[in-house]
């Protein structure tokens, strides 16, 4: 089952890694959202299934069998989650990846599974049997959760939820910066994969000249792609009047 779920999420990588073409204008990037809600609801299943073992299991109690072979496939299964989780945090800080924080939190909630399976099978050598099927719902209940994680943040994505506000302060600040720029309005940004778009209009002089006004928008553009390197910046220019006149209708 993770190797379906991680097959899926390279898929989804791969496209959405896509340059934009004639058909979609805006790249590729919500794939990787997609990919994060399929895995919320790969994920979520499997909780399900889960529980309805537990439960089976709580209505007809079984002794547990080779508990030594259990113990020892579940020390392997978590070095090799831990080694996997590395690589995963480092591509994460590198790319901010959907998917691969999905498939994160995933193979997180198989960390936690696999050390409370030690313990229920440690339990149980110890003559405690009957609380492997409770571990297993307390389990059930945390993937169940980190599917809600995964999918509310992919959901999110789709719905081209507004960036975090910090980074929109940050992008106005940067804007606010140029010594020639009188002013902001309209800010508005999201996440599409990789990229970042981001549109604003910047309120200049109003005696500017076309040249002028284009030279400061590409001096806002590139400050913001340094604070932002996977940006796609688009600006609108106004004269400063005109958001002066928008402020004043908008307090009224």
């Not at 994680?149 to 507004?162: K, N, Q, T, V, Y």
């Not at 913001?224 to 106004?238: N, S």
Request: net charge negative; no cysteine.
């Amino acid at each position: 089952m993770d190797a379906a779920a991680s097959l899926l999420n390279l898929f989804a990588v791969r496209y959405s890694l896509k340059p934009a073409d004639a058909e979609h204008r805006f790249g590729h990037g919500k794939a990787e959202a997609l990919a994060g809600l399929a895995q919320a609801t790969f994920i979520a299943g499997s909780a399900l299934f889960l529980v309805l073992h537990a439960v089976d299991r709580l209505l007809h109690p079984r002794p547990l069998e080779q508990i030594g072979v259990g113990v020892a496939v579940m020390l392997f299964a978590i070095a090799a989650t831990l080694g996997l989780l590395a690589v995963q945090r480092h591509v994460i800080r590198r790319t901010g990846s959907t998917a691969i924080r999905a498939d994160s939190l995933h193979y997180v909630t198989d960390l936690l599974t696999n050390a409370t399976i030690l313990l229920a099978l440690a339990l149980a050598h110890l003559g405690w049997p009957g609380l492997d099927p409770v571990f297993a719902l307390d389990i059930a209940g945390y993937i169940l959760y980190s599917a809600w994680r995964i999918g509310r943040e992919a959901f999110e994505l789709l719905m081209d939820r507004e960036l975090p506000e910090e980074i929109q302060r940050g992008i106005r600040a940067t804007a606010l910066a140029n010594p020639e720029v009188r002013g902001l309005h309209e800010l508005r940004t999201r996440r599409s994969g990789q990229v970042t778009f981001i549109q604003l209009h910047l309120e200049l002089d109003d005696g500017l000249d076309l040249l002028s006004a284009h030279r400061i928008g590409d001096q806002v553009d590139m400050a913001i792609r340094a604070l932002i390197p996977d940006a796609e910046v688009l600006i609108h220019k106004d004269p400063v009047s005109l958001g002066d006149e928008r402020r004043a209708l908008a307090s009224d």
